[in-house]
Each structure stands twice: as structure tokens, then as C-alpha cells.
């Protein structure tokens, strides 16, 4: 059941399902590599970072996905 809701989510709000996953493996720059790319090949761009637009997790930014800034390197919840 898990798997066919998974499809579902992943083939009629594609931005949405990519943008929770790739808020659920931050820690990992070889997993957002890898769902970074599975993510354009269905047609989903992930836009670059952007210090005015940018929330802490990644987020729909219209039909594309707006890079999180907890995922670049150094950057952290407790900046002071």
C-alpha cells in the first residue's frame, strides 16, 4: 500500500514528493546527488540556493524545488 501511495505522490505532485525527500537525507550529499538527479529526469529543477528565497528545508518554488540551506556544507541550525 505504502509503495503504490509513494508512486502516486511521486507521479502527480512530483516538486512536492522530491522537495520531502530531499529535506529527509540533508545529511547525506551523496543520496541528494543521486535524488538531485532523479528529480530532473521527471522534470523537476532544483534551483540553487538563494539567501531572500530560501527556507532551511527544501521547498516548491512553483513547479520547481528551491535548495535548502541546511544542506550546504557548514551550514547548521545553531548559527549564533
Do not use: M
Not at 18 to 41: E, G, H, M, P
Not at 45 to 51: E, R, T
Not at 64 to 69: A, P, Q, T
Request: aromatic share 12%.
Amino acid at each position: 500500500v505504502i509503495s503504490y501511495r509513494t508512486a502516486y505522490l511521486k507521479s502527480h505532485y512530483p516538486a512536492e514528493y522530491f522537495s520531502a525527500l530531499l529535506t529527509s537525507v540533508l545529511d547525506s550529499a551523496a543520496k541528494l546527488r543521486v535524488y538531485i538527479a532523479d528529480a530532473q529526469k521527471h522534470g523537476v529543477n532544483v534551483l540553487a540556493p538563494d539567501i531572500n528565497k530560501s527556507y532551511a528545508n527544501f521547498a516548491v518554488d512553483g513547479s520547481n524545488i528551491r535548495y535548502g540551506l541546511l544542506a550546504i556544507k557548514n551550514v547548521g541550525r545553531n548559527i549564533p
